[in-house]
């Protein structure tokens, strides 16, 4: 009898070990998940700040587009105006010429 009950404590401290390596592989497993989760955490504020940054680029890129169409605008009016004075100018010479010469 002695026997069995000697059998018994080995599987049962064979039982304990087993438990307590389970236990640890359990914390090891929830340590590492816990910091996998904190780093996902860390990511995602990460990937969040880069999207509103982008965010804020588009909007001051359709602002400058807007700005240079607006001044692109602004140019080809001067230019025309410019035109319209020198046509105005040679106008003007040209009746002066034809007056002078009239006299």
Not at 9 to 25: H, I, K, V
Not at 63 to 80: D, G, I, Q, Y
Request: hydrophobic letters at 45%; a positive charge; aromatic letters at 2%.
């Amino acid at each position: 009898q002695r026997e069995v009950l000697l059998e018994g404590r080995a599987a049962l401290e064979r039982t304990s070990e087993s438990l307590r390596n389970s236990e640890q592989a359990a914390v090891e497993t929830e340590t590492v998940g816990t910091s996998v989760l904190n780093e996902l955490n860390d990511q995602r504020e990460t990937l969040l700040r880069a999207s509103n940054r982008l965010s804020n680029i588009d909007t001051s890129i359709s602002s400058t587009r807007k700005l240079l169409n607006l001044m692109k605008v602004r140019v080809l009016t001067n230019k025309l105006l410019l035109i319209l004075i020198i046509l105005i100018e040679i106008i003007i010479l040209v009746c002066l010429i034809y007056l002078k010469f009239l006299r």
